[in-house]
């Protein structure tokens, strides 16, 4: 059984430019959260995607934006990239509810 | 929001020796609270998970216990062994969201 996969691993990019990010989920899992983790601390939670639709939303402006396709994958995508997104991004899936998030091993993205 | 504090930051033990990380919570309504275990390059790894109408839960070497009147829970390691060495997440969940804490360095000296 296949945890879950991000792709690509990493990806260097200019401050203006857009980048999209795509996840797979585990199997059985039908929502898919995303995360910003900079350097040294905790990841801090984007947002989350259930049945096509954004169900909940962190603290993100709107140059950050995802879908979720019918298979449940899912993908980020940032507009205007900032020196500050640079970071490691991380998806994690799991079933609807209070259930246990599976992450994966994150996509690190560099803005120069 | 939740806001979520974790202590210490980093934490060194002699192989053999008990480590136990600290973690406060500031929103009563928060109902899980995941463990996570993040090796170098790698994502963060489930180990543990309480909810919250429990208040203790042990796998092998890994215990978390939570006191819900004070808004805190907390991780022990027994026996720890070399390979231990990580950072450390906890979390709370709110409505479906994860907070995060800060995360604490763990270095076990062989």
């Known amino acids: 059984d296949a945890g879950v996969t991000q792709s690509p691993t990493h990806l260097i990019k200019t401050r203006g430019q857009q980048v999209t990010l795509r996840c797979s989920p585990k199997?059985?899992?039908?929502?898919v959260s995303w995360y910003q983790q900079a350097l040294g601390q905790g990841p801090q939670f984007i947002f989350q995607?259930?049945?096509?639709?954004?169900?909940q939303r962190g603290n993100f402006p709107d140059r950050f934006s995802g879908h979720q396709f019918p298979n449940y994958s899912s993908e980020l995508n940032v507009n205007a990239l900032l020196l500050g997104d640079s970071a490691l991004y991380l998806c994690?899936?799991?079933?609807?509810?209070?259930?246990?998030?599976?992450f994966g091993p994150g996509t690190r993205l560099t803005v120069t | 929001g939740e806001n979520v504090e974790q202590h210490p930051s980093t934490l060194s033990v002699q192989e053999g020796d008990s480590a136990v990380i600290k973690c406060t919570y500031s929103?009563?309504?928060?109902?899980?609270f995941p463990w996570y275990k993040q090796e170098l390059g790698k994502g963060p790894q489930l180990i543990i998970d309480i909810r919250s109408n429990v208040g203790e839960k042990k796998d092998q070497r890994i215990a978390v216990t939570l006191n819900k009147t004070a808004k805190h829970f907390s991780l022990h390691i027994t026996e720890t062994q070399p390979e231990d060495s990580a950072v450390y997440f906890c979390a709370a969940a709110l409505q479906d969201k994860f907070y995060f804490g800060s995360g604490t360095k763990l270095n076990v000296k062989p």
């Open positions: 929103d009563s309504a928060s109902n899980y």
């Open positions: 994690a899936s799991s079933r609807q509810g209070p259930y246990e998030q599976y």
């Open positions: 995607y259930y049945e096509e639709e954004e169900r």
């Open positions: 199997s059985g899992h039908d929502t």
